[in-house]
């Protein structure tokens, strides 16, 4: 699968700048088990390593990394109590340890628990994600003009990056890119 395929996932309907994927996965490989750990097992180090490694490798690579403003995509407060961290957020703070962007978790908030989506195809999940997210006052001086890296641990149908996006929009960033762990094949 190529770049070009997952953009497509984007495609007529939200605008994007950049789509950054550090690796594909499929469904039983030891990448999926490392984010498995990630998320489910305790191990918010290991986001913030894959992070730096992906920071790392995007500057070896010479890749444009010109962002003003970071966003790890938020989970809901229950569920970020339950798991004690946001993996996204702990990716995001190892990119920025390269990158150096004015990383923000306060802007953008989910407001909606959603039952897992897993089941769902694409446009169910696109439904089922309308206004979950939302920004909070302070967001939109700080998001204007900016350009806004956007933050998920893992890409299947693109509906979390979508609904975020969206929110964001609100605020007229000069850009908006995404920025991924892992790609499912």
Not at 94 to 110: F, H, K, M, V, W
């Amino acid at each position: 699968m190529q770049i070009d395929s997952l953009c497509e996932k984007f495609q007529n309907i939200i605008q994007i700048n950049q789509l950054l994927v550090y690796c594909f996965f499929h469904k039983g490989s030891k990448f999926q088990r490392v984010i498995h750990f990630l998320k489910y097992q305790n191990r918010p180090e290991l986001g913030e390593m894959l992070g730096r490694w992906y920071a790392y490798q995007l500057k070896e690579e010479k890749v444009k990394l010109n962002f003003d403003l970071i966003l790890p995509v938020p989970l809901h407060k229950s569920k970020r109590k339950r798991r004690g961290y946001n993996q996204s957020e702990e990716i995001a703070k190892g990119l920025n340890s390269l990158i150096g962007a004015q990383l923000r978790t306060d802007l953008i908030e989910r407001i909606v628990a959603n039952k897992s989506l897993t089941r769902l195809g694409k446009i169910d999940r696109i439904k089922a994600l309308k206004n979950t997210y939302r920004l909070n006052e302070l967001a939109f001086p700080i998001i204007e003009g900016k350009r806004v890296l956007l933050v998920d641990d893992i890409l299947t149908t693109g509906s979390t990056l979508i609904a975020c996006a969206e929110t964001i929009e609100s605020a007229k960033p000069k850009s908006t890119s995404l920025l991924v762990l892992g790609a499912a094949q």
